[in-house]
């Protein structure tokens, strides 16, 4: 049996909103910087800043999809940026930082795992954690 865990519709419909108006407000700017005499002289500073924020926006919105499965074996995060897998018998352990949980391996067994504490069943994947493996901040 496998168990999904996946970002909330209200905030994957949050963060597409946001991104996009990200998206809309550093694409006009630039672009209203080579009509308006004033803002001209700064769009060596605007046009620099407003690729990065564009960049910064899409792979938010990429990554708004991850989905993360929990099965017998291993726990694997999906996304259209990111793609991890742990061996169920490689994790050390689990922490809570911010606003994520972070699936720690053993040194040298793979890169950990962040999960948002905004996704579905975050209650049922801590529970998998806690009935298997130490919590990494009590022990520190």
Excluded at 7 to 26: E, K
Excluded at 81 to 110: M, Q, S
Aim: with cysteine; charged share 20%; proline share 4%.
């Amino acid at each position: 049996m496998e168990d999904v865990f996946y970002l909330t519709r209200g905030w994957r419909n949050a963060t597409y909103i946001m991104f996009s108006a990200l998206i809309c407000v550093f694409v006009f700017l630039p672009v209203y910087s080579f009509s308006d005499p004033f803002l001209r002289q700064g769009i060596f500073f605007i046009l620099p800043l407003s690729l990065i924020v564009i960049g910064v926006s899409v792979c938010g919105i990429l990554q708004a999809d991850e989905k993360i499965f929990w099965n017998d074996h291993s726990v694997r995060k999906v996304s259209r940026l990111v793609n991890r897998e742990i061996l169920l018998t490689d994790v050390k352990g689990f922490k809570f930082a911010w606003n994520y949980l972070h699936i720690v391996p053993h040194k040298g067994k793979g890169k950990r795992i962040l999960v948002s504490t905004y996704v579905c069943g975050m209650r049922l994947l801590h529970e998998e954690l806690v009935s298997r493996y130490p919590d990494l901040n009590r022990q520190m």
